[in-house]
């Protein structure tokens, strides 16, 4: 009974060490976290927003900055859809031995992204 009793003052002991230090270390990090804060950001109202016109280079139509950020963006879009073949490791048909679960991967990577709806 005596080795029980000193087992249990040991286990306490020990847990209790661990969950106090788990305790200071939460407690260091908020106070960490405290006192690291930015600044907080000002907030423009919709007035101000509205206020102000968008930002155009000097001597560039609106409607030719527009079509400038549409083709962009239709270029990156289509750029994603081509990362697949060009990121490949391997080339297809190289390992025919392969289990179901590397080929239904392989086929999910060599797929086309298309954007959710």
């Known amino acids: 009974m005596n080795n029980l009793a000193w087992g249990l003052q040991m286990t ?3 847990m209790g060490l ?3 230090l788990l305790a200071l270390l939460w407690a260091l990090l908020t106070l960490v976290l405290k006192f690291d804060r930015e600044p907080a950001a000002v907030e423009e109202t919709a007035e101000s927003l509205a206020n102000t016109p968008p930002p155009v280079p000097a001597g560039m139509d609106s409607a030719l900055v527009a079509a400038i950020v549409a083709a962009v963006l239709q270029h990156k879009a289509q750029a994603r859809r081509e990362a697949a073949p060009t990121a490949r490791t391997t080339w297809p048909g190289s390992q025919l031995y ?3 679960w590397v080929a239904a991967g392989r086929a999910r990577q060599t797929r086309a992204w298309t954007r959710g709806r």
């Open 98 to 100: 392969a289990s179901r």
């Open 12 to 14: 306490a002991l020990g």
């Open 18 to 20: 661990v969950f106090g």
